[in-house]
């Protein structure tokens, strides 16, 4: 049961990593292509040292690799399960939206 747990913490730690609005902003937009960290922040709009702490926690939850090209670093999602989970967070939310518009309608 003990290594269940350590699974489970495991897993938590990635959730917490997702947890943030600038790292999911930031992992949305890595789903369509490889990213600098120039590009990251301009995304997100925080100071360098700020995008930076993002990633590494990021990283360090396996979600995102990084590779140098030249004199930056290059960005991709590692996670590749993400694009479908935020596909299908993504629908959820659409039919919230609906659902909702749909009792403001009278529907």
Known sequence: ???????????ARIFK???HP??????????QREL??????????H???TVSKHLSILRDAGIVSARRQ???MRYRLTLCC????LSCTGELLHRRIHAQMDVLAGR
């Open 1 to 11: 049961m003990c290594d269940k747990r350590k699974y489970i913490a495991e897993q």
């Open 17 to 19: 990593a997702l947890g």
């Open 22 to 31: 600038s790292r999911l902003l930031m992992v949305d937009a890595l789903r």
């Open 36 to 45: 600098c960290v120039g590009e990251l922040q301009a995304l997100v709009g």
């Open 47 to 49: 100071d360098m040292s």
């Open 70 to 72: 030249g004199a930056s």
């Open 82 to 85: 993400l694009d479908a989970f």
